[in-house]
Nanobody, 130 residues
Framework: QVQLVEFGGGLVQAGGSLRLSCAASGRTFSSYAMGWFRQAPGKEREFVAAVSWSAGITYYADSVKGRFTISRDNAKNTVYLQMNSLKPEDTAVYYC???????????????????????WGQGTQVTVSS
């Protein structure tokens, strides 16, 4: 059973930065990718970014492209989300997720849906003040 634990949320002013971490335990060799999603109050959960474990290929939502960077450390089984130039609209609970199944396509938009991921962390709050 894969377990995911997020760290690094908090309160930051607009224009500031935060770095989220997600530590994975129990991951198998078939695990394909890790992703970050977020959910603001009253809104649906939305995709933020994903990275493949083996090749480190990344994919981003348009709303965060150029501001957020996802990366992974295979030795530590940890995925990071570096968030720069934060905006109040980035305020949400951020979740990391693991896709334990092999991919059906090359890294891309097909992965930007919560049903493509199998395991979820408990979430960490990110609040950006204006």
């Amino acid at each position: 059973q894969v377990q995911l634990v997020e760290f690094g949320g908090g309160l930051v002013q607009a224009g500031g930065s935060l770095r989220l971490s997600c530590a994975a335990s129990g991951r198998t060799f078939s695990s394909y990718a890790m992703g970050w999603f977020r959910q603001a109050p009253g809104k649906e959960r939305e995709f933020v970014a994903a990275v493949s474990w083996s090749a480190g290929i990344t994919y981003y939502a348009d709303s965060v492209k150029g501001r957020f960077t996802i990366s992974r450390d295979n030795a530590k089984n940890t995925v990071y989300l570096q968030m720069n130039s934060l905006k109040p609209e980035d305020t949400a609970v951020y979740y990391c997720a693991d896709r334990g199944r092999p991919p059906t396509h090359l890294m891309g938009s097909w992965l930007a849906h919560s049903w493509e991921f199998d395991y979820w962390g408990q979430g960490t709050q990110v609040t950006v003040s204006s």
